[in-house]
C-alpha cells in the first residue's frame, strides 16, 4: 500500500481543515488506518484511528474536534479538523497497518504517507 497525504494548510485558531490520505494497491479495506503529527522538538503522536472494521478511536487532545473516516471504494481516510488551535500545529502524517491493533503505537503502522504540514495561528 502507497499513501498519499493532502489538505494541509495555515488557518487561524477556531477555524477548520480537511486532510486526505489516498491509498494506492489492493484490499485496501483490509487496512486499519491512522493519523499522527509530529509538532516542532515533539515526538510523533497519535491523533486518530479508523478500524478495518469502521470503529473509530481518537487522542483525547482531539476528540470532539477531530473526525476521522474512510471511503473504501475511493481508498481514501480523511481527517475533519475542527475548533483548530495553535497547538494542533504540526506535520500530519497517515498511516496503514493490517494487524488492527495497538492503534496508539507508530511502530505497529507498517505504511506511511508524506507528511502535510498544518498550521494554526492565535
Known amino acids: 500500500v502507497q499513501l498519499q497525504a493532502s489538505g494541509g494548510g495555515a488557518v487561524q485558531a477556531g477555524g477548520s481543515l480537511r486532510l486526505s490520505c489516498a491509498a494506492s494497491?489492493?484490499?485496501?479495506?483490509?487496512?486499519?488506518a491512522g493519523w499522527f503529527r509530529q509538532g516542532p522538538g515533539k515526538d510523533r503522536e497519535f491523533v486518530a484511528h479508523v478500524h478495518w472494521s469502521g470503529n473509530t478511536y481518537y487522542a483525547d487532545s482531539v476528540k470532539g474536534r477531530f473526525i476521522i473516516s474512510r471511503d473504501n471504494a475511493k481508498k481514501t481516510v480523511h481527517l475533519q479538523m475542527n475548533s483548530l488551535k495553535p497547538e494542533d500545529t504540526a506535520v500530519y502524517y497517515c498511516?496503514?497497518?493490517?494487524?488492527?491493533?495497538?492503534?496508539?503505537?507508530?511502530?505497529?503502522?507498517?505504511?506511511w504517507g508524506q507528511g502535510t504540514q498544518v498550521t494554526v495561528s492565535s
Open positions: 494497491g489492493h484490499s485496501f479495506r483490509s487496512y486499519s
Open positions: 498511516a496503514a497497518q493490517m494487524v488492527g491493533k495497538d492503534y496508539w503505537r507508530p511502530n505497529v503502522y507498517g505504511y
